[in-house]
């Protein structure tokens, strides 16, 4: 007597605790191995591109806050260096470095949730996730001394940003580093060298870098297959071209591999903050009403601008006709992007390694869908 | 090696166990009692002895203090603290909200205002209950008239008691946040601690010239 097996189609999501969101999955098993994926999107669409058209270039900042909410300070950057060079506007430098400072933290915060989340799905329920976010809050409290907004920020205008930093922020920052380096240390002594890390990470997902560079996969995916790919040193916008960091590249292409290549960029952040306070120098943190008014109003063409997310490349299009608001603005979302390669991820791979694989892309269903 | 992690990972636990506790209790927190003594302004003696079944109590945990949460002077809270006074029903707030949920009417007024004409404002609305406190009202306002609140805990049963009127601001406690108020942070105004009569004056902008007002406006049109 010969046994019959037939694969079994399952749903997974929308609703579902490990989707970061609501990401809708037909995965279709044979046995525990995984044979055929379809990714179903589109349940947070709440048309972020479709209501810029009907406001203000100041007013979008706010909507593009709501795209990606764990790191909306970077959101604002992409956004306004794309206003800026529509407008053909200078901004101010005390403007600029402030803005950098911030962006760079927000990107340690949306590590941070990365790590934590991929812990989170590889099963270590609660305290590794409870750790990486008493450490996010850090970075929270400074957001809201600067802004008065721990995740909505909207703290930049066109020009740079719309107050100074208090007195109280800057010995705030200072302490605040030595304790997100020393965290940083505490999460790789209890999980670089852990077996099961290693034996649950090592070697799953393995992705060529011709098929990521094929896919215009950027990010911490893409540098963790040896490609060196980082706009911060390829083209560099606001001051990066001040500014000495190391790339952070690792080989193996695999979930460990992301997994390092986004610790180790923590800790380039940290250093890239601490020349940002070095060089900082007083002065207006934003040009005068007469130069950029509240109500910009630019000249008929278009503009791209991109810069490295805590995800990969962040890009925001703009097309003026003349108005007070976009004829049409386009975001490049790198979660939606990095997305293209999740069948060929996960197919061949086990039941137990799914959330593990989709929680190292690192995607933010805010920022698919907007 | 094998089985290295597990100690490891123990000895993390153990550094932690001894960590002070970094989440806050809110809004009550169980005391013990010598910091109730302290809280109270008693001598710990004299309020064991003359209130043995409250010490007790303390020493059970069955009694709790209000706690607060820490915030930052730039707090957007959900009350707003509006100066009519200061109004002149420019509507500029109105006009820069990106979801339109401020209503304002005007009617023309008799008093004399500082530049222009001048309006009296019979309408003041705003629709917290859709707000997302992102502030660009308060950046929008050219007198200093509308402010952030540091308050957050503004909640009711029903949702149109969400919009806050005119009435209701005047009524309303006065902590003014510093969100896009320098002013308020040269003149170290607290928000938890000072009273806003004290620092009235520094919620204003410098009253422009006339001068400087007809050459803006007049001349160099």
């Known amino acids: 007597m010969s046994l019959e097996t037939r694969p079994v189609t399952v749903n997974l999501g929308p609703q579902h605790p490990s989707t970061h969101g609501v990401f809708r999955m037909r995965v279709t098993f044979d046995g525990e191995e995984i044979i055929d994926v379809e990714p179903i999107f589109g349940y947070l669409h709440r048309g972020s591109e479709k209501l810029a058209e009907e406001r203000t270039y100041s007013q979008i900042v706010t909507l593009t806050d709501r795209m990606d909410y764990v790191s909306s300070m970077l959101n604002n950057q992409a956004y306004i260096l794309a206003v800026e060079k529509l407008c053909n506007i200078v901004p101010s430098p005390r403007g600029v470095w402030l803005r950098m400072i911030a962006s760079e933290l927000q990107r340690i915060a949306s590590h941070f949730v990365a790590t934590g989340f991929l812990l989170q799905d590889l099963g270590a329920l609660g305290t590794p996730l409870i750790y990486c976010m008493r450490e996010r809050e850090n970075i929270l409290d400074l957001f809201e001394m600067l802004c008065g907004a721990r995740i909505t920020n909207s703290y930049l205008r066109p020009g740079g940003v719309f107050m100074d930093a208090p007195d109280v922020f800057w010995p705030a920052l200072s302490r605040s580093l030595g304790d997100i380096e020393k965290s940083i240390d505490e999460i790789e002594d209890y999980l670089s060298g852990n077996e099961i890390i290693f034996s649950r990470t090592k070697g799953t997902a393995v992705l060529s870098s011709e098929s990521l560079v094929n896919a215009s996969i950027t990010g911490p995916m893409l540098r963790a297959s040896g490609v060196d790919w980082d706009l911060r040193h390829r083209n560099p916008y606001d001051y990066y071209s001040e500014i000495t960091f190391k790339r952070i590249l690792h080989t193996a292409s695999d979930n460990y591999a992301r997994y390092w290549v986004r610790v180790q960029e923590m800790r380039e952040s940290l250093k890239i903050i601490s020349q940002c306070i070095k060089n900082i120098e007083p002065g207006p943190v934003r040009p005068s009403f007469d130069d950029v008014p509240r109500l910009v109003r630019p000249e008929p063409g278009d503009s791209y601008a991109a810069i490295e997310g805590s995800k990969g490349e962040l890009g925001f299009y703009l097309v003026s006709d003349g108005g007070i608001s976009p004829y049409r603005m386009h975001v490049r979302a790198p979660s939606l992007i990095n997305l293209t390669l999740l069948r060929e991820m996960l197919v061949g791979e086990l039941f137990g390694d799914l959330f593990v694989i989709f929680g190292s892309v690192d995607l933010n269903m805010g920022e698919v869908d907007r | ?221």
């Open chain 2, 1 to 221: 090696m094998i089985g290295k992690g597990i100690p490891r990972g123990f000895i993390i636990t153990l550094k932690n166990f001894f960590r002070t506790p970094v989440t806050v209790q809110y809004p009550d927190r169980k005391v013990s009692i010598f910091e109730y003594a302290k809280i109270k302004k008693k001598n710990i003696f004299k309020l064991f002895f003359s209130q043995p079944m409250l010490s007790l109590k303390i020493s059970l945990g069955l009694i709790s203090v209000p706690s607060s949460v820490e915030q930052s002077q730039r707090f957007r809270g959900n009350e707003f603290t509006f100066f009519e006074e200061r109004c002149t029903a420019c509507a500029s707030c109105a006009k820069y909200c990106p979801l339109g949920i401020i209503e304002i009417v005007s009617v023309p007024g008799g008093f004399d205002a500082q530049e222009g004409e001048s309006y009296k404002l019979d309408v003041f609305d705003i629709d917290i209950g859709r707000c997302m406190f992102c502030g660009l009202c308060v950046e929008a306002c050219p007198y200093d008239a509308l402010h952030m609140g540091t308050k957050f805990e503004k909640s009711t049963y029903v949702r149109d008691n969400l919009i806050i009127t005119k009435e209701e601001l005047a009524k309303s406690e006065k902590s003014p946040s510093s969100f896009y108020r320098p002013q308020f942070e040269k003149e170290k105004f607290d928000p938890f601690k000072d009273n806003i009569k004290d620092h009235y004056k520094a919620g204003r902008h410098e009253k422009p010239e006339y001068k400087d007002l007809k050459k803006k406006w007049v001349d160099d049109r």
